[in-house]
């Protein structure tokens, strides 16, 4: 709890969090889901642990529009998707923020796996704006840090809709916050779609593969961390890799107005 606690405070040059050991048994779990928007609302124990552990950080949240507002979400692998820049791809996955073009995106994101990827491929990509900062010269950073840039929302938040424009990079200029998604976010001019290049390419050149295992859980930063996956190759025999997400704020009054009603889901 005191890793949990520190995490809330700062989350290091690496931006996350892995706790290891937690009650999953691979071998009493169901099929892994094949379908399109999987998610949990029945209680079982991991998806009990994903929800008490994100708890102790914040406020666990869902968003309507995606995934029909479940708190707990599957991240698992949809055939009729293989191709897709999605959570339920199994092509590599662009660096990106979660929810990069939502103004309340999450400030935590929680990964719990319940099944690894059986040919030791599937693997959660990590980068850290920390790590990737010393990489990027004064021009670059003035371009990032001004809003020249826009994302587009995903299909599941109704394609085609962007962002207004804003930075890349935003606060503490030697300490900053990212909002991009590499597949979602474009420059406004040349100079900006250079700089946001160069970024994509400090970030892919600090990032690392997260190696989850069964009963291992990571919380990144979303604030300072993009991720991304490895590609892999499922079979859709109810064994492929499986994972259930949480989404974290800190701070459930800044996105008041978003709600709906009182609870924990966005607009």
């Not at 102790?56 to 998707?81: N, T």
């Not at 994101?109 to 030791?120: T, Y």
């Not at 593969?209 to 190759?233: I, K, Q, W, Y």
Request: overall charge negative; proline content about 7%; some cysteine.
């Amino acid at each position: 709890m005191e890793a949990l606690r520190g995490l809330r405070q700062d989350a290091g040059e690496s931006g996350l969090l892995s706790i290891t050991g937690l009650p999953v048994d691979e071998h009493t779990l169901p099929d892994t889901p094949t379908v399109k928007d999987s998610v949990q609302r029945t209680p079982a124990i991991p998806s009990a642990v994903a929800m008490l552990l994100g708890q102790q950080l914040g406020e666990v949240v869902a968003y309507r529009d995606e995934k029909h507002g479940a708190l707990v979400q599957d991240v698992v692998p949809v055939r009729s998707l293989a191709g897709s820049q999605s959570n339920a791809g199994s092509v590599p996955l662009e660096l990106h923020n979660e929810n990069a073009f939502h103004p309340y995106r999450p400030d935590l994101v929680g990964l719990l796996c319940l099944r690894a990827d059986r040919d030791g491929k599937g693997g959660t990509l990590v980068a850290s704006i920390r790590q990737a900062l010393p990489l990027l010269d004064e021009t670059e950073l003035a371009v990032l840090t001004s809003p020249r840039f826009v994302t587009a929302a995903p299909p599941s938040f109704g394609a085609g809709n962007a962002t207004t424009p804003h930075p890349v990079l935003s606060g503490n200029v030697k300490d900053p916050d990212i909002r991009v998604d590499l597949n979602a976010t474009t420059g406004l001019d040349d100079e900006a779609r250079a700089a946001l290049d160069r970024l994509g390419a400090a970030l892919t050149k600090v990032s690392s593969v997260l190696p989850l295992a069964s009963g291992e859980m990571a919380f990144l930063d979303n604030r300072l961390v993009v991720h991304g996956r490895t590609d892999f190759t499922p079979r859709y025999d109810g064994r492929d890799r499986w994972l259930h997400r949480v989404y974290v704020h800190f701070d459930s009054r800044r996105s008041a107005a978003h709600r709906i009603g009182p609870g924990p889901v966005l607009i």
